[in-house]
């Protein structure tokens, strides 16, 4: 199994660029709250067009396949964000419980290594209309039990997803989800 899912990202300070913001909002034993704001220059219509095609933004590292290619994302209730894996075998990494087409999506369920302990949550995406394009307003409500209290993955947790996020920024932006990776500088 090729999941990284959450240790720990060297997260540049480019990508951390005045576009994005992003918070461990709270982080307790049983609970923890992250929120990410992310600026893109296009309209939200473009922006959840290409959120819709999750195999083309989410970094491969983050998979149980190692493919990215594998990753799917069903835009209705109860579809599924899923990924294909060898020999008939699947994983569901979270559920869609809302949508609301441009505006908003909402997902439950717990993601990656935090599928095997005690916890869910929900993943709200909203696709904010600005002057200057869009924003993404990312809000991930994790509860339950985890050893170690989720207060010791919270951090992680945040800068995987803040990654993800980027790479969708850059998707959107350049045509390229791997530009931070190709060219530092480029943020």
Not at 99 to 120: D, I
Not at 126 to 131: C, D, G, L, Q
Request: charged share 15%; net charge neutral; proline share 4%.
């Amino acid at each position: 199994m090729r999941l990284h899912m959450f240790r720990s990202l060297a997260i540049s300070g480019s990508l951390l660029s005045l576009t994005a913001r992003a918070d461990v909002v709270e982080a307790t034993a049983n609970g923890m709250q992250i929120r990410h704001v992310v600026a893109i220059a296009a309209p939200a219509a473009t922006v959840y067009s290409a959120f819709l095609k999750v195999e083309r933004w989410w970094d491969k590292e983050h998979t149980y396949s190692g493919d990215a290619a594998n990753l799917t994302l069903a835009a209705a209730p109860g579809g599924c964000f899923c990924e294909k894996l060898p020999e008939g075998g699947g994983a569901v990494h979270l559920t869609v419980v809302n949508v609301a087409p441009n505006k908003r999506m909402t997902l439950t369920g717990a993601l990656g290594p935090l599928q095997t302990t005690g916890v869910t949550g929900a993943l709200s995406f909203s696709f904010v209309p600005k002057a200057s394009g869009s924003q993404i307003v990312m809000v991930y409500n994790v509860g339950g039990y985890y050893p170690n209290g989720l207060q010791s993955v919270a951090g992680a947790v945040d800068d995987v997803l803040l990654h993800q996020l980027q790479r969708l920024k850059d998707l959107v932006e350049t045509g390229n989800a791997d530009r931070a990776a190709t060219n530092p500088a480029a943020n």
